[in-house]
Every structure is written in structure tokens, then in C-alpha cells.
């Protein structure tokens, strides 16, 4: 269970307050009813980043707030403790004179995000600069907006100095623990994670950069600039999946994808040519309907020389292009291809597909979970499919037909992707740890949409 509720990262929503019962006020009242998203409000947080390790009290709405007191008995003082918590600072530690105990008294003001509701007695742990860490004591709690997604202004107190045996016993204090993850905020969701689901945020994200760098080194081709489908001997560009990369990962990530060339593939007939990559970028399963499946080996020489410009797939080296087509004639394979006469389709794309060697000593392989027929029987769902398998694009026949008892699990998480249901971090790790072991043309096409679910199963860990 996560610490609060959040929407998902692939398409994040407004969320909807709903009221079973219906409340008829004596009198008129004001509504905004445009809801503001927090993305916008982080805009206008000013302040200095300062992260600290925050303690919240856990009570109930009948107790009062009281500041950290370490002779007070563990049941009637617990804290929620927020590891790597960020605060905004707007004013600095000052510290002003206090005559009576012969001590300065040191306060300071900072902004906290829309996360958490501070209350007044919440207390952090920090570093004050000078090599030493100290407990704060909040004193005050202002809230700057009337909005759901505010952001508060506290005031604080330096307490002590930190020592051993303070953080020992404000820690003794703490029946739970949380981590946060400053990268939710940007998706509206809650970035307070339960140690658990960081483990597997810290794991995925991990995985994530490494599959990244693991792609681009496989098959980023440098004399043409570009990601070419693994085919020894045969120069094969798939515009579709190139501009699906283009739009994933970006040059924080891959340094050199600011030299990646995307060739224009735009006629008159192929502008608006819909793939499983566009449902992906648009969360739209509606789109799905009308996305190609059906993909051939088509030589650029058929492109036409009026569209494109110097950067068409007519006018470069490439010696193929991936691309739908509509079967005229499925007896003789006779297709056409965007206004030009009907050509016979010399070469399938499944030819091309990585060949693997099956061990029948082996149930499961690791990875794909492809298996001898007469084991198929005895086997859980395969984590994907070999490319090749079947003759449609990326994906299997059985989930274009949306027949779930034939989906691999990796179709399965896309398909619950596009019902907004939950995509299971969990069950996706040990995919995203194996992908680097599959073979070449898996890795080419499951590595960016593993990329894709990965992220809705981050948003969906703190739901």
C-alpha cells in the first residue's frame, strides 16, 4: 500500500473528488472548478534546495500536535520518517540573541511541496554547513494557497545539536519509514515511497539507464546516424520505431542521440500511417484499432522522389524500409504500397528474426520462455514472444485481437497500461533484468517499450 494516492507516470490524469452522498448548502457558495496540477505550482517555488530527513507525527484527529520530546513514551509519540526530504528554503538559519539563557536562538523559513500536510511540532534532521547536523522543531505552518495541491510555508527552531544518542532516540520513535522521490511531483503523484516500493524504484530506475546505454550501443549504426534493424548484410530502416525513440529518451540519457538522424518518410499516403508506437506515445487503446500490424521489407526505390526533401528515405543509402502494407491478394502476396502499381513482396521481415537455440532440459528459458510444444502445456504465460513467431508488427496477433489467454505478460502490461489498471513493477523487473540476454531482434523491439511500461509502473508503485 503507498503512503497516499498518485496517478499514473505513461498519462497522468486530473484527479476527480467524488462525494457518494449530495449536500445541498443553506447558502451559495464559491467553486473553482478548474483544478490546478501541481506541476504548475512547482514552478513558482523559490527557495534553495535543502534535503533533510524529516520526522511527521503520526496522530489521530483528537490528539495535539507536541514537539519531539525524548522522555515521552513510545505509544503516545510516533513519527513517520521521510528519508532525502526536500525543502525550499526562503529564509536562512538566523540566529538572534537570547539574554535570558545566555544562547542564540537560530530559526529559519522554507517551503514544502505539495506531499506532505507539515503540522506544527514535525521536526527534521540536517545539515547545518559547518560539519555538523542539527534537529529542527517546527513552529509554525502557513498554507499559501486555498487549492487541493498547496504549497506550505513553515517557520522552525534549532533545537540541539545532533548526537548519537538524540538520533537514537527520535529514531526509536519511528514505526515507519518513507523515501522521497522528487521526480513524482512532476506527474502529480505522491512522491513518498514505503521502503519496499523504493527498493524497487531504486532497482528499475537502475535497470532503466542501463538498458538505455545497453540499446544504443547495440544498435546505433554511426556511419548512418541512426538505429538500424539488426539484419546482417541488409541496411533495414524502421521509421516508426526511430521516431518512437526519438520522443523516449533524450540527450541526459543518450549524449549522442543529439546527432540521430530521422529520415522523412511523409507522402501523400503514409502522413498519417497509425503503429503501435503511436497508441504507446498517446496512451490511446482506441488507437489501436487503427494501427498497422501487417509490415514488409519495402526497397526505398519504390519510395516516390517528390516528397521528403534530401532527408526522404528515397534520397539515402538505406537499402530497406520497414512499413506497412495492404495485402491485395493474400494467395499470391501481391501488395500495394501507397499509390504505386501492385508489387510482389520478395522478402518477409520474419526471415530476418533472431534464431535461438531451445534446450528441452529447460522449461522456462531464461528471458522469452519460448518451449517445445509438447511442454507448452505444463509452462507459466512467457514473459514476450520471438520476434518471427508470428507476422505481425512488434506484438503477437493476440493482442491486436485482444485475446488475453494468448498474450505473452509483456502484452499483458500493455494492454492494463491502456485501461489505466495497474502495471506491476514487481512482475516487471525480472523482465527488464533479463532483456539484455534475449536476442538481438527482441532486444531491438522490446527494449524501448519496456522502456515505456517501466515508466507507468513507476507511477503506479505509489497508488
Known amino acids: 500500500m503507498a503512503i497516499a494516492h498518485a496517478t499514473k507516470l505513461l498519462k497522468p490524469e486530473e484527479p476527480v473528488l467524488v462525494r457518494k452522498e449530495v449536500i445541498s448548502p443553506p447558502r451559495p ?32 484527529s483528537e490528539e495535539a500536535s507536541e ?9 503516545y509519540q510516533q513519527y513517520l520518517k521521510i528519508e532525502n526530504f526536500e525543502l525550499r528554503v526562503s529564509t536562512p538559519l538566523t540566529a538572534s540573541p537570547n539574554n535570558e539563557e545566555s544562547a542564540h536562538n537560530v530559526t529559519g523559513t522554507a517551503f514544502i511541496y505539495p506531499s506532505i500536510v507539515p503540522d506544527h511540532g514535525d521536526s527534521f ?37 545532533l548526537s548519537h544518542d538524540l538520533q537514537k532516540a527520535i529514531d526509536a520513535k519511528v514505526v515507519k519509514t518513507g523515501y522521497y522521490e522528487r521526480s513524482y511531483l512532476d506527474y502529480g503523484a505522491n512522491p ?38 539488426p539484419v546482417p548484410g541488409k541496411v533495414i ?3 516508426f520505431i526511430v521516431e518512437f525513440i526519438q520522443r523516449l529518451w533524450d540527450t541526459n540519457t543518450i549524449p549522442d542521440l543529439q546527432y540521430l538522424k530521422v529520415y522523412n518518410r511523409d507522402t501523400a499516403d503514409n502522413r498519417f500511417i497509425r503503429t503501435i508506437w503511436d497508441a504507446i506515445v498517446n496512451n490511446d487503446p482506441y488507437m489501436l484499432a487503427k494501427c498497422k500490424s501487417k509490415f514488409g521489407v519495402i526497397p526505398r526505390q519504390l519510395f516516390p522522389t517528390d516528397h521528403g526533401g534530401l532527408m526522404g528515405v528515397r534520397f539515402s ?15 499470391t502476396g501481391v501488395i500495394s504500397i501507397f499509390g504505386h502499381e501492385n508489387i510482389n513482396l520478395g ?23 519460448f518451449v517445445h510444444h509438447t511442454l507448452k502445456e505444463n509452462l507459466p504465460i512467457p514473459d514476450a514472444k520471438k520476434m518471427g513467431s508470428f507476422d ?34 514487481k512482475e516487471l523487473l525480472p523482465i527488464l533484468e533479463d532483456v539484455i540476454n534475449w536476442g538481438e531482434m527482441e532486444r531491438f523491439y522490446y527494449i524501448p517499450l519496456l522502456t515505456a511500461l517501466s515508466r507507468s509502473a513507476l507511477g503506479d508503485l505509489t497508488q
Open 125 to 161: 534532521l540536517a545539515d547545518v554547513g559547518d560539519g555538523r547536523s542539527a534537529i529542527f522543531n517546527i513552529r509554525e505552518v502557513t498554507q499559501k494557497s486555498f487549492l487541493k495541491d498547496t504549497v506550505y510555508e513553515i517557520e522552525y527552531d534549532l533545537v540541539d545539536w
Open 237 to 239: 530502416y524502421d521509421p
Open 392 to 425: 505481425t508488427y512488434v506484438l503477437s496477433p493476440a493482442f491486436y485481437q485482444n485475446t488475453k489467454s494468448e498474450m505473452s505478460k509483456v502484452e499483458l502490461m500493455l494492454t492494463a497500461a491502456f485501461k489505466e489498471e495497474h502495471v506491476n513493477a
Open 317 to 331: 543509402r538505406l537499402d530497406y524500409i520497414f512499413h506497412p502494407y495492404d495485402i491485395v491478394n493474400p494467395a
Open 29 to 60: 457558495i464559491a467553486v473553482d472548478t478548474k483544478y490546478e496540477p501541481r506541476a504548475n505550482l512547482l514552478t513558482h517555488v523559490a527557495g534553495a534546495k535543502w534535503n533533510v530527513i524529516y520526522y511527521k507525527q503520526l496522530k489521530t
Open 192 to 229: 513518498v515511497l514505503e521502503e519496499e516500493q523504493h527498493g524497487i524504484f531504486k532497482k528499475i530506475r537502475t535497470w532503466q539507464e542501463r538498458i538505455a546505454r545497453h540499446y544504443f550501443d547495440s544498435f546505433y549504426n554511426h556511419e548512418f546516424n541512426t538505429f538500424l534493424v
Open 347 to 369: 522478402e518477409s521481415f520474419s526471415e530476418y528474426s533472431t534464431n535461438r537455440t531451445f534446450n528441452l532440459a529447460i522449461k522456462k528459458l531464461p528471458g522469452l520462455g
Open 67 to 75: 514537539a519531539f520530546n525524548i522522555n515521552r513514551p513510545l505509544p
